[in-house]
């Protein structure tokens, strides 16, 4: 479990600098309504936090359970293995969610980035942490 709760922790630390990387480019292609300093006009609280930490424990406990039938065990296999989880699974259903409504590639490219980089980060914790 501790391993879980750590890899979760590691992708939700990235995620976090990440998106304060890309802030600029995201708050323009996401449509995400801001005043005239560029900050969201109506604030969601800590909510959408509380939330990306339990979807990465989820997703953290999910890959641990792939990994552990799969075999995969060494830190090459978890970062390859995770990065695969997030660039061929999760990044294609990002995809779909943005394309149907027109959004951007843009932010595909950010969401996605962070799928594929966060699944890598948390498959290299679960090797590293048994």
């Known amino acids: 479990m501790v391993a879980i709760l750590v890899a ?6 990235f995620g976090a600098a990440w ?3 890309l802030s600029g480019p995201w708050k323009r292609v996401s449509g995400v309504p801001c005043d005239e300093n560029g900050n969201r ?11 990306s930490g339990v979807a990465m424990v989820v997703v ?6 792939t990994f552990a039938a799969s075999g995969l065990d ?7 293995g995770g ?8 990044c294609p259903w990002i995809l779909i969610n943005n394309a149907y409504p027109g959004r951007p590639v843009l932010l595909t490219l ?3 980035g962070y799928a ?8 290299a914790v679960l090797v590293l942490l048994p």
């Not at 953290?60 to 359970?65: K, Y």
């Not at 990065?83 to 999760?90: A, D």
């Not at 594929?116 to 498959?123: D, E, R, S, V």
């Open 8 to 13: 979760a922790l590691a992708a939700w630390l």
């Open 19 to 21: 998106y304060m990387a």
């Open 41 to 51: 006009r109506s604030g969601m609280g800590a909510l959408p936090f509380v939330l």
């Open 60 to 65: 953290a406990a999910m890959m641990r359970h």
């Open 74 to 80: 060494t830190l090459g296999a978890g970062i390859v």
């Open 83 to 90: 990065g695969g989880i997030g660039l061929f699974f999760v």
């Open 110 to 112: 950010i969401d996605g």
């Open 116 to 123: 594929l980089f966060g699944c890598a980060i948390i498959g």
